[in-house]
C-alpha cells in the first residue's frame, strides 16, 4: 500500500508539467482566435466606413422642420416681425436661405459651431443648456438634438439646389368613424421629387379645428371627446398640409330610417349624413315660426300682427313657397340684403365721402333689386372702368386702393378664400404660397384712379411687373391653383372670366356656403371665409349639391332661396329630439341666430310702433336701410354692426354680451318707445278692451304667433290686476322684448 500511495501522490506531483505544453497550446490559439476575430471586425468596420457614404445635409429638409416642430420660427417667437433677442426667423421656415443665413453669419457665428457642436449658442439654448426665455424645447440626446447636432458638425451646409423637395404630403388614414373616447395614432407620409416616401409624422405640426370632439398631440395621437359630430385634424410639413375626418357617431340605439322624410335634394344630402352620425333630425316647425324664420331671414323684418294671423289661418298646402314669393318681391329684399353685401364690398364714408359712398350703395341695392346674377355681379365689380359716376361700382377700388389688398378683397369674399398672410410667407394651413399671393396681385396692378376736370375715372392701363418681394423675379398674374396664361388688355376680365366661371371651384362653393350660413345659422364651412384644404367641409356632398343647384339656376339669388327655403333642413323646428341635443354643426335642428344689429332695433321700433330717428337720415328711414356704417348710433354699436375696415364675415359681432342685455333691460330709449303718446302699445290699450284680445295682439306682433293657453292666462291675470292699463301693457311688452325669443330667429 505504501508503494501504491507512493505512486499515485507521484503521479499527481508531476501531472502539471506534462500538461503545461499543452495549455501553452491552448492559449496561442485562443490568443489567435482573439486576434484573428478582432482583425475581421476591424475590417468589417474599414469595409462599412469605405462603402457607405458620409450623410449628407440639407438645411431646409433636415433642420427647418426641426424649428417648426418645436415652435422656434412660431409668430410669438422668433418668426415674429422683429424677432426674439436679436434672432429672427422667417415665420414656420418660409424663407430657409435666410434662416441659413441667420444662424451662419449672425452674432458672430456663435449660433452655429461647427467646431464645437455642443457649445453652439443655437442648440445651448435650445436645449436648456443656457438660459432660454423660451425654455428647454430640444432634450439633450434627443435624436432632434443629435440631428441638429451632426448638421453643425458636418459644417452647417445649407445643401444643394438639385437635393429633393417636398411634392406633397398624406395624412394615414384619410377618414375615419370612431367612437367617444377612442384613440388613433395618425401617420404622415411625405412624397419627395426624387420619387422617395419617407414617414415624417414625428416631424410634422398637427393641430385640431374642434378640440371639443377631437384633440391631438404632437406626435399626431388623436383622442375623440363626447361629443357626436365630425372634426378634421392638420398636419403640415414643410409648407405642405393634409387633413384626417373623424366621424364620431352618437353612441346608443341606431336611429332607423323613420323621420327621415325628404322634401327636396338638400334633404337627401343632410339624411344621409345623419345617418352616419346616428342622429335624427327635428320636427317641422310650426306656420307662425316659419313665418317668423322666413321674413327675418329674407327681409330681415318682423310680420306684423295682421301678416301673421291671415298666414296662420290660411289652410291652402303650397302656402309656404307662396310666402316665399311673396317676400321676395317686397323691397325690403333688396334693402336687406344690399347691406350684406355692403358690409363685406365695405362701403366706407370715411374713405370715400358721403356722395360716393352713397352711390356705391345704391350701385349695390339696384344689383339686388333687379335680381342681377351673382356671376353678372361679381364680374360688374370686378371689371368696372371709366367715370366713377358712371360706373360706381368702380368706388370699390378706392377702398382697397392696393393691388394685393384688391387680390385679397375679392379673393375672400368671391372665393371664401384668404389669402392675406401669404403677402409676407407661406400660408401656415393652405398651399398658398407668396408666389400665389402675387400672381392674384398682378391682376391689379394696372388699376389707377386718375382725377379730371369732369370727376375721377377708373382705368386699367399699362403692362406693370409684380416683382417677389423676396426672390426679387417677376411674377406673373394667375389665379389661384393655376397655371399662368398670357393676358392682354385689362388683366381683370381675365380674372373675372375664371372667378365666374361654373367650373371654379371655389366660386360656386362660396357662394353656396355663404347662403347656408345664413339660412341655417352655420356653414358647411366654418368660417365661410376660411375655405381651405385643413377646414374641409362638414358635409362635402351637400356643399357640392348646393354648388351646383346654383350653377343651375345660373347663379339667379331668388331662384336659389325658393329651392333652399323648401327643404325640410331648412323648415326643421329648434326643439331638439333625444337623438340631437347636442348637435350644433350637422343641420339636424334649427340653431338659435341673434338677430343682426340693424334688424334687432328695427324689431323693437315695429314692435313699439315707434321709428328711430337716426343723424343726417331723413324720418322714417329703417336701420336695414343704412348705408352707412359709421352713422354714429349706441345700439347699432353695441349689438355689433360692422365698421366696414376688412373683407372678413367676423366683424359683424354675433356673440351675446352682459352689456347688450343690460341694455334691454334698462334703455331709456327703449322705455320712452315703450310709453309714446302716439306708439302701438297706446293705440291698443285704447282701442282692444278685451285682456285676451290685447294678449293675442302683443303676442302675434312679438312673436308672430298666438299666446298659448297658459300664457294668455297669465296676460290676462297680469293686466285685469292693473288699475293703469298702459303701464301694464307697457310692463308685458317689456317682458316680451327681453326674451331669447324675440331677440333670436330661431
Known amino acids: ?28 490559439l485562443l490568443q489567435l482566435s482573439f486576434a484573428l476575430a478582432w482583425l475581421a471586425v476591424v475590417s468589417a468596420r474599414g469595409a462599412t466606413a469605405k462603402d457607405a457614404a458620409p450623410r449628407t445635409f440639407n438645411f431646409e429638409n433636415d433642420i427647418s422642420p426641426l424649428l417648426t416642430r418645436h415652435g422656434c420660427n412660431a409668430s410669438q417667437c422668433h418668426g415674429k416681425a422683429e424677432g426674439q433677442n436679436g434672432f429672427k426667423l422667417s415665420v414656420f421656415g418660409f424663407d430657409p436661405q435666410a434662416d441659413w443665413r441667420a444662424f451662419i453669419t449672425e452674432s458672430k457665428g456663435r449660433r452655429a459651431n461647427s467646431a464645437a457642436p455642443e457649445a453652439s449658442l443655437f442648440l445651448a439654448k435650445a436645449s436648456g443648456t443656457l438660459p432660454h426665455q423660451g425654455g428647454a424645447r430640444i432634450a439633450v440626446g434627443s435624436p432632434d438634438y443629435e440631428t441638429i447636432r451632426a448638421w453643425l458638425a458636418a459644417g452647417a451646409p445649407f445643401g444643394s439646389a438639385n437635393d429633393a423637395k417636398v411634392v406633397r404630403v398624406e395624412l394615414e388614414p384619410r377618414e375615419r368613424t370612431l367612437a367617444p373616447g377612442a384613440k388613433l395614432q395618425l401617420r404622415v407620409n411625405a412624397t419627395w421629387s426624387d420619387g422617395r416616401k419617407t414617414d415624417v409624422t414625428r416631424f410634422c405640426v398637427f393641430q385640431s379645428s374642434n378640440d371639443a370632439l377631437a384633440r391631438v398631440d404632437e406626435h399626431g395621437a388623436v383622442v375623440i371627446g363626447s361629443l357626436p359630430g365630425q372634426t378634421s385634424i392638420m398636419a403640415r410639413y414643410l409648407g405642405e398640409v393634409s387633413s384626417f375626418m373623424a366621424i364620431v357617431p352618437r353612441p ?34 310650426d306656420d307662425a315660426t316659419f313665418l317668423r324664420r322666413a321674413h327675418l331671414d329674407l327681409i330681415g323684418t318682423l310680420p306684423t300682427a295682421d301678416e301673421a294671423r291671415k298666414f296662420l289661418a290660411n289652410q291652402s298646402t303650397d302656402k309656404r313657397a307662396r310666402l316665399v314669393d311673396a317676400l321676395l318681391a317686397r323691397p325690403e329684399f333688396a334693402d336687406f340684403w ?47 372702368e371709366g367715370p366713377l359716376d358712371d360706373a360706381p361700382a368702380g368706388h370699390f377700388y378706392k377702398v382697397v386702393s392696393k393691388p394685393g389688398e384688391m387680390a385679397n378683397a375679392v379673393s375672400q369674399v368671391f372665393l371664401g378664400v384668404r389669402i392675406a398672410c401669404a403677402e409676407c410667407h407661406h400660408h401656415p394651413f393652405d398651399r398658398w404660397s407668396q408666389t400665389d399671393y402675387y400672381g392674384m396681385s398682378g391682376f391689379f396692378a ?33 389665379a389661384l391653383g393655376t397655371e399662368v396664361k398670357e393676358t392682354s388688355g385689362d388683366r381683370r376680365r381675365a380674372l373675372a372670366e375664371w372667378f365666374t366661371a361654373p367650373e371654379n371651384p371655389f366660386f360656386a362653393r362660396n357662394l353656396a356656403n355663404r347662403l347656408a350660413a345664413h339660412f341655417l345659422g352655420r356653414g358647411v364651412v366654418e368660417p365661410v371665409d376660411d375655405v381651405r384644404a385643413t377646414n374641409p367641409p362638414g358635409n362635402p356632398a351637400l356643399l357640392d349639391a348646393l354648388a351646383g343647384s346654383l350653377v343651375e339656376a345660373r347663379f339667379d339669388l331668388k331662384q336659389f332661396i325658393r329651392t ?73 354699436k353695441l349689438f355689433g354692426r360692422p365698421v366696414r375696415v376688412t373683407a372678413c364675415e367676423c366683424e359683424r359681432n354675433t356673440e351675446a354680451s352682459i352689456a347688450q342685455v343690460l341694455h334691454l333691460l334698462n334703455s331709456p330709449n327703449l322705455q320712452a318707445k315703450l310709453a309714446h303718446a302716439d306708439g302701438r302699445l297706446a293705440r291698443l290699450t285704447a282701442e282692444v278692451s278685451d285682456p285676451a284680445r290685447l294678449a293675442d295682439e302683443l303676442y302675434l306682433t312679438c312673436y308672430s304667433r298666438f299666446p298659448t293657453p297658459a300664457e294668455r292666462a297669465l296676460a290676462v291675470k297680469h293686466f285685469t290686476a292693473s288699475r293703469d292699463r298702459q303701464s301694464a301693457a307697457e310692463d308685458f311688452a317689456w317682458s316680451l322684448l327681453n326674451t331669447v325669443e324675440f331677440s333670436f330667429n330661431h
Not at 350684406?340 to 365721402?353: E, N, P, S, T
Not at 375715372?457 to 416683382?467: D, H, I, M, Q
Not at 329703417?622 to 354714429?632: I, K, N
Open 1 to 28: 500500500m505504501f508503494t501504491s500511495a507512493k505512486h499515485d501522490s507521484g503521479e499527481a506531483h508531476f501531472a502539471p508539467r506534462r500538461l503545461k505544453p499543452v495549455v501553452k497550446r491552448l492559449k496561442f
Open 252 to 285: 346608443g340605439k341606431p336611429v332607423g330610417d323613420a323621420g327621415f322624410a325628404e322634401f327636396n335634394f338638400i334633404d337627401r344630402h343632410v339624411n344621409a349624413h345623419l345617418k352616419k352620425l346616428n342622429l335624427r333630425p327635428s320636427d317641422v316647425c
Open 338 to 384: 344690399a347691406l350684406k353685401w355692403a358690409d363685406l364690398l365695405r362701403v366706407d364714408r370715411q374713405k370715400l365721402g358721403q356722395r360716393d359712398a352713397y352711390a356705391y350703395y345704391r350701385w349695390i341695392r339696384e344689383q339686388f333689386a333687379a335680381n342681377r346674377p351673382l356671376d353678372q355681379f361679381a364680374r360688374a365689380l370686378l371689371t368696372a
Open 446 to 478: 394696372q388699376v389707377n384712379v386718375r382725377k379730371g376736370a369732369l370727376g375721377e375715372t377708373l382705368l386699367a392701363e399699362g403692362n406693370p411687373a409684380t416683382k417677389h418681394p423676396r426672390t426679387g423675379e417677376t411674377v406673373p398674374p394667375h
Open 564 to 636: 333652399f327655403t323648401a327643404s325640410r333642413t331648412y323648415q326643421l323646428s329648434a326643439t331638439p329630439n333625444e337623438t340631437n341635443a347636442q348637435d350644433e354643426q350637422n343641420y339636424s335642428r334649427a340653431l338659435f341666430k341673434r338677430l343682426p344689429a340693424e334688424v334687432l332695433l328695427d324689431a323693437v321700433c315695429d314692435v313699439t310702433g315707434v321709428p328711430e330717428k337716426f343723424d343726417g337720415v331723413p324720418t322714417g328711414a329703417r336701420a336695414v336701410q343704412l348705408w352707412d356704417s359709421q352713422t354714429q348710433h349706441y345700439f347699432l
